[in-house]
């Protein structure tokens, strides 16, 4: 029988109140791995009122910061030692490469580590007045229940990247993952029990977008709302969050440029262009689709990245020797080729890709794909295509490229090849990316705060800045 996984609500496994399983398959071969709760209103008024009493409980709230802290890195300890189980699990679930997830998760301890750290740095200061007789003083509070929702390319680093500073701020979580990637998340909630959390300090609600996720933006007892996923629902997120002047941390979808000059190394360059855009089969949101050369290597560029694509080993995400994997689902597989039909009948030519390949296996697989012959006025150009496309167009003088890197609603990344240093402080000062990678792509790191510009985000994630999101600033005013 097909394994069953249930909510995790006031530190235990819940049923769903309707009764309803979903199912969940892997991506890669489309056997069932197990079946959903079906979370609906009445799961999620249970998570937030254990949430709530949580936060409200001695348990929490009588915790020292230090205490927190303590908890967060026996969690660290543990994801550790389940480092390879999540992994697995993950990419079981979404298809990306087993090593790939591998190496993701063994760095997720370092998420709870550095907020573990964090928890009793949160200060208030002491701020001089017109007054002398008067002491004023501010403090950080904890905002209460944060509702996270999340996608579903990385599912536990972004849970983590927003659980971790609510935590060490002393929050209370329900988080919503994505109908399709639950299993881990439900799995690091078993670890936040066995850590010692006090139970409803974290809840775990499954199911789809409009259901459970929308019934947890709407329920009246939320602080807040953490949220990573596409620019059009975090825009009705946050309009709902408005109407109820809550906050909201919003990372959103991106099409970022990734652009070489001519003094650039264009071996490294084009080895960044690919990690930018193939990587995860394209499905990141700092994914660099739009690749602008300067005119004197594009042909070069163009050579060496559609040659890459076309050697790139598609198969099975378990396999070590895989490079790259299937897409999530069925709906994004459809997403991604009829993008690349709509850039043909635009005037675009494929140079690589642009099929589904036979790998011998029936899951959801897309030919790493290179477009040629395209423009800033395409929509395979302007549009989240969150899949292996990369769109190469040529330029010539800097100021035309920042010109079309910035033409884009999105602003969450960019790159820039070159050996010229005061090229890249100046290019990285002109482009309107909340990221900007010189000479690499993708870095990353908890430590390091990142948002996305224009339609990419709203807030902060990562670093300290990141601590900030999760508390609300008091003044105190004591007549001495
Ligand atoms: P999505 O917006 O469809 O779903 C994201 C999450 O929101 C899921 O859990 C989904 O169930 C939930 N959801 C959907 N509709 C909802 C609603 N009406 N109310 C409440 N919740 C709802 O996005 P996706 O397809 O899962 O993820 C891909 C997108 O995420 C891409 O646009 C990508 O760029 C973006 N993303 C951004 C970042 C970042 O850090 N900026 C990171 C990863 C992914």
Not at 127 to 132: E, G, K, L, Q
Not at 168 to 194: M, Q, Y
Not at 276 to 291: H, L
Request: one cysteine or more; hydrophobic letters at 40%; glycine letters at 10%.
């Amino acid at each position: 029988m097909t394994e069953r996984v249930d909510h995790f609500i006031g530190g235990a496994p819940s049923g769903p109140a309707n009764g309803e399983y979903f199912v969940s398959t892997n991506p890669a071969t489309l056997e069932t791995l197990y079946e959903v709760a079906r979370g609906g209103e009445e799961d999620v008024r249970r998570a937030v009122a254990a949430a709530k009493r949580a936060f409200e409980s001695p348990a929490w709230a009588g915790l020292t910061p230090t205490k927190r802290g303590h908890l967060l890195r026996r969690l660290a300890d543990l994801v550790g030692e389940h480092a390879d189980e999540l992994a697995r699990l993950e990419s079981l679930d979404n298809g990306k490469l087993l090593r790939e997830m591998r190496g993701q998760l063994a760095t997720l301890p370092e998420y709870l580590y550095y907020y573990g750290g964090l928890a009793d740095k949160v200060q208030g200061a002491q701020v001089p007045t017109m007054n002398p007789a008067i002491l004023n003083y501010t403090q950080r509070e904890p905002l209460g229940v944060v509702g996270a929702i999340t996608p579903w390319n990385s599912p536990l680093t972004l849970t983590t990247s927003k659980l971790a500073p609510a935590l060490a701020a002393g929050n209370t979580v329900v988080i919503k993952p994505s109908e399709h990637t639950s299993r881990t998340v439900l799995r690091f909630a078993e670890l936040v029990a066995e850590a010692g959390f006090p139970d409803g300090v974290v809840n775990v609600v499954t199911g789809y977008g409009g259901e459970a996720g929308a019934a947890l933006v709407a329920h009246p007892d939320l602080a807040k709302i953490s949220f990573t996923g596409s620019t059009a629902t975090g825009s009705r997120i946050a309009q709902q969050a408005a109407a109820r002047f809550i906050g909201c941390t919003l990372e959103l979808g991106g099409k970022s440029p990734n652009i070489v000059f001519a003094d650039a190394n264009v071996q490294n360059a084009a080895m960044g262009v690919i990690a930018g855009i193939f990587a995860a089969a394209g499905q990141t949101c700092i994914a660099g689709s739009r690749v602008f050369a300067h005119r004197s290597v594009y042909d070069e560029l163009v050579e060496l990245v559609s040659r890459r694509a076309e050697s790139i080993v598609i198969g099975d995400p378990m396999h070590d020797s895989t490079e790259l994997g299937p897409l999530a689902f069925g709906d994004q597989l459809e997403k991604v080729e009829s993008y690349v039909h709509l850039g043909v009948d635009e005037g675009a030519r494929v140079r690589s890709g642009g099929a589904r390949p036979d790998v011998g296996l029936p899951g959801y697989y897309f030919s790493p794909t290179v477009l040629t012959d395209v423009n800033n006025d395409m929509r395979v150009v302007r549009e989240e295509i969150f899949g292996p496309v990369a769109a190469i167009m040529p330029f010539d003088t800097e100021d035309e490229v920042v010109a079309l890197a910035n033409d884009t609603d999105y602003g969450l990344a960019a790159g820039v090849w070159t050996q010229n240093l005061a090229r890249a402080h100046r290019m990285a000062r002109r482009l309107e990316a909340g990221t900007v990678w010189i000479n690499t792509y993708r870095a990353m790191s908890p430590m390091s705060p990142r948002q996305g510009f224009k339609s990419s985000g709203v807030g902060i994630e990562h670093g300290l800045e990141s601590m900030h999101e999760y508390t609300r600033l008091k003044s105190v005013w004591v007549n001495t």
